[in-house]
């Protein structure tokens, strides 16, 4: 796992069987253990050692996703629901936290903060889940509501979703020589854009970079799943998420 600069606050799991922070007489160790275990233990036994080891690499492991939505001020109550109906019940289903934080009134956007626990077998991670729920709540079309070619109609519509990411998960993202977000693009039929610097919202610090998602609402959110996942392998610590939720205020 390779750390990054403080403005990131993420850290990038590498190879998941060598876990961050061990050293190398620990993973030694872990190695000789997996093999004692083979010889003294035949079939499912020595089968499950391994699993039984990753489950212990470290502390919280395997750790948490973070996802960082900006959304209009105006969709915020998309999200909320009456009395809070709406957001209560997501974080019930998909066990994610989604957190709608504070921002300056000057700005017409406010940031979906959205964590969980990773779950490394789930095709969707907690907050991946979150995430597309989120963005269907504020885009539609919104499951149960309006009659088939409302939806239909909805899922046609042109919408755009931006995210606030760190400026290693930006690079990550595009890939060598643009290889990863082209092909995001390809697969969905989606725009994909990672903003320069300039283009960044006042209240991003200098190490992040703006992701835009453009086009058909279907494809767009299409293109989020993708984008998602590949940004799912930056992992953070619990201890971490309260900077997140604290950043904000920090930058403006």
Not at 21 to 50: D, R, S
Not at 214 to 239: M, N, P, W, Y
């Amino acid at each position: 796992m390779t750390s990054v600069s403080a403005g990131d606050l993420l850290v990038e799991q590498s190879e998941p069987d060598v876990p961050p922070g061990m050293t190398e007489a620990a993973t030694a160790e872990a190695e000789q253990g997996i093999e004692a275990g083979a010889e003294a233990q035949q079939g499912e036994v020595a089968a499950a050692q391994p699993q039984a080891l990753a489950e212990e690499k470290w502390p919280g492991w395997p750790g948490h996703n973070v996802f960082r939505l900006i959304v209009p001020v105006l969709k915020v109550g998309s999200i909320i629901g009456r009395k809070g109906e709406l957001i209560k019940k997501m974080c019930e289903e998909t066990r994610a936290r989604v957190r709608i934080l504070e921002g300056p009134l000057s700005t017409p956007d406010r940031i979906v903060l959205i964590t969980g626990k990773e779950e490394p077998a789930a095709p969707l991670s907690p907050a991946m889940d979150a995430v597309l729920r989120v963005c269907k709540r504020v885009n539609g079309p919104s499951s149960g509501e309006g009659d088939n070619t409302n939806a239909a109609a909805a899922g046609a519509a042109i919408c755009s979703i931006k995210l606030l990411v760190a400026s290693s998960q930006a690079i990550n993202l595009i890939g060598k020589q643009g290889s990863i977000i082209r092909s995001i693009q390809e697969s969905s039929g989606a725009a994909v854009r990672v903003l320069a610097e300039d283009q960044s919202p006042s209240y991003a610090a200098s190490e992040e970079r703006l992701v835009e998602i453009h086009g058909e609402t279907l494809k767009v959110l299409s293109a989020l799943e993708a984008v998602i996942g590949q940004l799912r392998k930056f992992l953070v610590d619990q201890s971490v998420i309260p900077i997140f939720e604290k950043i904000v205020s920090c930058n403006v």
